[in-house]
């Protein structure tokens, strides 16, 4: 079975670009979460949907930050203008399914150098 | 809200030696908690999850952790390391059903010399 994909795994953009992060939870799973790691901050959770509505987006940093789940199988997070303070990992991760919704599996990650 | 201390930042054990990975949680009820592993470059592995009955559980990798109600404590062993568990670890605590967030812990390097 899949795990998590995300796409893409690296990503250079330039200062003011607008960066969209694509990520494919697993089959089945109801949540799904967008978190971004930087060495300064660790994990921080930026929000989560559960069966395709946005749950809580407390996380997100600011209105440049928007994310979206049009379907249970697809989300995005989409970054507009981007800045360098950007720059990071951003992990998509789902949880879900019969008996073990809490647990949550991570995808690859991206990594987002903003120049 | 729940919380998660991991009061290691960074340990060293030598290849062959016992390992215990600290975590303190704080959470008014019953806690879910995880304990996750990241090898550079890569994502969180779910290395095992404790909801609830026999509260020493055993993961993958040859890890186990114990849940201790009383130190509010989820302390992650391995009785003999290998090079390969070199990585970050993690801990997280989940309220529960119904409000799906894990709170994870700043997490704990870990390096392993010959």
């Known amino acids: 079975d899949a795990g998590v994909i995300q796409s893409p795994r690296h990503e250079v953009t330039e200062m003011g670009q607008e960066v969209t992060l694509r990520c494919k939870p697993i089959s089945g799973h109801n949540s799904l979460f967008w978190y971004r790691q930087t060495m300064m901050r660790g994990l921080e959770l930026l929000i989560y949907?559960?069966?395709?509505?946005?749950?809580?987006d407390s996380g997100m940093p600011e209105d440049r930050f928007s994310a979206k789940m049009p379907n249970a199988s697809f989300s995005t997070l989409k970054i507009q203008p981007s800045e360098p303070r950007d720059s990071a990992v951003y992990f998509c991760a789902s949880s879900g399914g019969t008996g073990n919704s809490l647990t949550q599996y991570f995808g690859p990650g991206t990594r987002l150098t903003v120049l | 809200a729940q919380s998660v201390t991991q009061p290691d930042i960074h340990i060293t054990v030598s290849e062959g030696a016992s390992l215990e990975l600290r975590c303190n949680y704080s959470?008014?009820?019953?806690?879910?908690l995880f304990w996750y592993v990241q090898s550079p470059g890569q994502g969180l592995q779910l290395l095992l999850k404790?909801?609830?009955?026999?509260?020493l559980v055993q993961g993958i990798k040859g890890f186990e952790a114990e849940f201790k109600r009383s130190q509010s404590s989820f302390n992650l062993r391995k009785p003999s390391v290998h090079w390969s568990d070199a990585a970050e670890y993690f801990c997280?605590?989940?309220?529960?059903?119904?409000?799906?967030?894990?709170?994870f812990g700043t997490g704990t390097r870990l390096t392993i010399i010959p």
């Open positions: 404790y909801f609830s009955g026999d509260t």
């Open positions: 959470y008014g009820a019953t806690p879910y």
């Open positions: 997280a605590v989940g309220a529960g059903f119904g409000n799906e967030k894990l709170t």
């Open positions: 949907f559960n069966n395709n509505v946005p749950i809580d």
